[in-house]
């Protein structure tokens, strides 16, 4: 059966999906002090990283139209997927749905599913890589789905922060926090709840010792990682990337590990120096 996955641009993309017909990134705009940045293949990583750091103002995200999903499903694939960022951070989940609805009103003979990832970055290319593998196993739409809902239930996203600028600026710290976490070298460690939501997991003085404690909780909470593929994503830290890549494959012994530098809304989230680690 042919298939496509429309995935929003919070995922990132393999090299090899770029020219894929079967994978289509749906862009979210993000603004940095009143200027409109669209996060698609023209996104200028360096550049929005020092437009984020001289303004005051916390960068935002606009999510896809439902229109703008809409012309995404409209294609001759039998089964369309859509990937998007969790719904507890952004509207993309709900504006594909909407898209659904009204695609599927005029063709009602289409078989679509709208997967909210529970998760960002990283994560949403693991659920595009395990929808394709089902695809390629022949199971049936139906299969697919349940088998990549399960996917998700078990799946975890992790991440450590170098600056907490994103975080004071958009009040989930203090400023005063802010100056004292910077001037001791702390790190969060942070991860997502099942639901999707953003929580502080632990903190270490240095990223080293941060990445360190990452790993640790990964194995705490990963399933059944050993026949899993991890992802890592980095804003701008190829070095520590690898790092984070010789670490897991040392005291996880992941099958595989795939590594890719953040798009647009990851790097607004993990800001210039993050590391994300979905498995």
């Known amino acids: 059966m042919s298939y496509k996955i429309v995935i929003d641009s919070c995922g990132e ?10 994978i289509e990134s749906i862009p979210l705009t993000l603004t940095v002090g009143g200027e409109n940045i669209i996060d698609d293949e023209n996104f200028d990583q360096k550049d929005f990283l020092k437009k984020v750091a001289a303004c005051p103002e916390c960068p935002k995200s606009a999510c896809p139209s439902p229109e703008r999903y809409m012309k995404a499903y409209e294609c001759d694939a039998e089964h369309i997927y859509a990937v998007t960022l969790s719904a507890e951070l952004s509207g993309s989940y709900n504006s ?30 693991l659920i595009a890589m ?19 809902e399960k996917y998700i239930e ?21 400023r005063v926090k802010a100056l004292v976490a910077s001037a001791l070298k702390i790190k969060p460690v942070m991860g997502s709840t099942p639901e999707g939501t953003i929580c502080q997991l632990d ?19 990963g399933i059944n990682i050993p026949e899993k593929t991890v992802a ?5 830290c190829p070095e520590r990337a690898k790092m984070l890549e010789e670490a897991i494959r040392e005291k996880l012994h992941p099958a595989k590990i795939v ?5 647009g809304v990851s790097s607004m989230y993990a800001n210039d120096g993050g590391v994300i680690v979905a498995v």
């Open 13 to 22: 993309l393999l090299d090899e999906w770029k020219n894929d017909g079967r």
């Open 96 to 125: 594909a749905i909407l898209g659904k609805n009204l695609f599927l009103e005029e063709h009602p003979e289409k078989k679509v599913h709208v997967f909210n990832s529970k998760s960002a970055s990283g994560g949403q290319s």
């Open 130 to 148: 395990k929808i394709m593998e089902c695809e390629e196993k022949g199971l049936s739409f139906g299969e697919v789905v349940s088998e990549v």
């Open 154 to 174: 078990e799946m975890s996203t992790f991440f450590v922060l170098e600056n907490l600028e994103t975080l004071r600026k958009n009040g989930r710290l203090s």
């Open 203 to 221: 903190q270490a003085r240095g990223m080293n010792k941060a990445i360190v404690k990452m790993v640790d909780h990964i194995g705490e909470k």
């Open 232 to 236: 890592i994503t980095h804003c701008n």
């Open 259 to 263: 590594v890719m530098d953040t798009a």
